[in-house]
């Protein structure tokens, strides 16, 4: 869910039209990510049915705040009110309008814009405020259907199935496996650490479980078959009998009763007074969220990790993204039959991001006798670098022991064909990219959502340096047609689809420039200098440290470009800067990632 509306600001000399986007700068998105985070965390507080949030809501007497947390922040309805009021005050402060009129907006604009104008007693005209009261059956109706879905699939066993002489249960995530190779170098995310995992383990000892949907969950259909992803894939409902369902059927039919335990919580009540805004209407519809999408689905998560372990009776379990929804799901039933659980990181740990933030009494059980232990984390968390093990330990509250640095086999992939690169394929590179022989190439990195507002100030300042070439590398998740209006006739600027090779490109380019990609950090180690944009952002602990460039002044975007072309001693001091920080923080790729994984998840097997 974002946030957007047009308004018409009534003053004195008339009335002129603005977006209230614009009204949120890149401090106001900060400030309004953190307190949207800690929102979120004060709910496990707040008493339900006379106790706390997370003692209420429970599934095998583990507490379901851990999924909660999960859906109110991805949903980002919550983060959306914050956003809104953020601008809305911004825009009210600093415009001092007579009136104001919403012309269009969404549902978290026009529930918080007419509270905040009418607060500071000017007008406000504008479409009502109020959400359609056909939401919460279009919930349950998708809430009912995932769960008919799930009972009714085909692949299920009549029983539990047994198997012997698994060592290693690797759970991943079926949209992601490539399906072009037979092992485990096929998956995309951890592809090297299943490939020393199976190099290091007799044949069978390494089972692959594929959860989740094979495609896109927009592009399934629940009547379809789910098709494995590979052969040597096996989908978890293989698995798990109808009959392992019965409780999480349940606690699916226990729906609406939960949901109306939460939404006649005096204390959620309270806790939607958010900067004097009553934002109940979208509190109340995240709430029921929860209820009829949430703990259903989590709770079958839970059903469906506990028969896949007593299937495979592995010695350790390994997966990704173990802080999100399966990941927490498999941590749960991974500890309560004291299997040793490996999670890997696979990707940038933010530090927003909710899944790996926890306050002390999260990680602690809800009282000495309690059944619920807590926060449930991996037994040991394999990290690409120091710092995100210092993220973890400090924002995470995850006890030092139980993180363990073991690198990144992708940046190690991405540095052996980097440095093995022959020189021709360098120059196809900046051909297709449109550099040419004599113009400095610089590659732009970013999701086009972040960039968007940015953009063509950074043309802007290209148009400015003719000697110089942008190729933009389009995300994987958008497509190239999102620039093609703003980089129309600009010659010296070159859109390239999400396909083409990274590493000829950096090796091509003078310079790298993004708003939060981590590719930032891979030129970084490979000795290139980075600039970051749009700032504050994800990147900006690393411009503090001065190993990557920032600009924070848009004004100062072209004066930044030309040091980073042309100013040998500006280019020097950065790659000092940088080389300090990837050593600092154990950042330097050296090839052994994946075996040092390989052997800290084999390490688990002796645990008791």
């Known amino acids: 869910m974002a946030f957007d509306a ?27 990510a953190r307190a949207a985070n800690a929102w979120i965390k004060s709910l496990r507080q707040a008493r339900v049915d006379g106790v706390s949030f997370r ?40 415009e001092s309008p ?21 607060a500071r007693g000017l007008r406000y005209e504008g479409p009502p405020s109020t959400r359609s009261p056909l939401g919460g059956l279009g919930m349950d109706a998708r809430s009912t259907a995932l769960m008919l879905a799930a009972v009714a699939s085909p692949d299920r066993p009549s029983r539990i199935p047994t198997s012997s002489g ?16 037979e092992d485990g170098s096929a998956e995309s995310y951890i592809g090297p650490v299943l490939h020393a995992l199976e190099a290091r383990l007799p044949k069978g000892a390494l089972r692959h479980v594929g959860v989740g949907p094979a495609t896109n969950f927009r592009a399934r259909r629940w009547w379809r078959r789910a098709a494995s992803a590979s052969q040597i894939v096996q989908p978890i409902e293989g698995l798990v009998p109808r009959t392992e369902l019965a409780g999480s059927s349940g606690l699916w039919a226990a729906r609406h009763a939960m949901r109306r335990a939460m939404t006649s919580s005096t204390d959620l009540r309270a806790a939607a007074i958010i900067a004097g805004c009553d934002c109940w209407p979208i509190v109340e519809a995240a709430l029921g969220g929860i209820a009829l999408l949430q703990f259903p689905w989590s709770a079958r998560a839970m059903d469906e990790a506990g028969a896949a372990f007593e299937a495979l009776q592995p010695s350790v379990t390994v997966t990704y993204a173990e802080a999100g929804g399966w ?27 909710l899944n790996y933030l926890h306050e002390p009494d999260e990680m602690e059980p809800l009282s000495p006798t309690s059944a619920d232990r807590g926060f449930p984390r991996p037994s040991i968390t394999l990290l690409f670098d120091e710092y995100a093990a210092n993220h973890l330990a400090a924002a995470g509250r995850f006890p030092r022991e139980s993180l363990a640095v073991t ?46 507002q940015v953009l063509r100030t950074l043309l802007a300042a290209f148009r400015a340096i003719p000697d110089a070439h942008l190729a933009i590398k389009t995300h994987p998740a958008e497509t190239p047609d999102l620039y093609a209006a703003a980089a129309a006739d600009q010659p010296n600027v070159r859109i390239l689809p999400a396909s083409a090779p990274l590493a000829p490109l950096l090796r091509a380019s003078r310079a790298v420039v993004t708003v939060n990609s981590t590719v930032a950090l891979d030129a970084m180690t490979l000795g290139i200098p980075a600039l970051s944009i749009g700032l504050p952002n994800n990147l900006s602990p690393f411009v503090s440290m001065g190993a990557v460039v920032g600009a924070a002044a848009l ?18 001091r950065l790659a000092t800067s940088a080389s300090s920080v990837v050593d600092a923080f154990r950042m330097a790729p050296d090839g052994r990632a ?15």
């Open 6 to 32: 047009t308004l018409a600001l009534e003053s004195t000399g008339g009335a002129r039209t603005v977006r209230l986007t614009d009204f949120l700068d890149a401090d106001g998105e900060e400030n309004a």
């Open 327 to 353: 990941g927490r799901a498999l941590a749960l039933e991974a500890r309560r039959r004291s299997i040793p659980l490996a999670g890997l990181q696979h990707g940038f740990i933010y530090r927003h991001w």
């Open 555 to 572: 004004d100062d975007l072209r004066v930044v470009l030309e040091q980073l072309l042309y100013d040998e001693g500006f280019r020097q």
């Open 594 to 608: 994946a075996d040092r994984s390989a052997e800290a998840v084999l390490g688990l097997v002796q645990m008791p």
């Open 407 to 452: 690198g990144s086999p992708r940046l190690d992939d991405l540095s052996g064909a980097y440095a093995q690169l022959p020189q021709q394929e360098v120059d196809r590179a900046r051909h297709e990219a449109g550099a040419g022989p004599s113009r400095h190439l610089v590659l732009l990195v970013t999701k086009y959502s972040e960039v968007r």
């Open 98 to 118: 007579l009136g104001v009129r919403m012309m269009q907006g969404d549902d978290a604009a026009r529930l918080v814009v007419p509270q905040l104008v009418r």
């Open 55 to 94: 003692e209420r809501f429970r599934y095998r007497d583990d507490s379901l705040w851990w999924f909660a947390e999960l859906y109110l922040h991805k949903e980002r309805a919550v983060l959306s009110l914050f956003r809104a009021i953020a601008a809305t005050t911004t825009l009210l402060d600093r």
């Open 166 to 181: 698994v060592t290693v249960a690797a759970f991943v995530h079926r949209a992601f496996w490539r399906g072009d190779t």
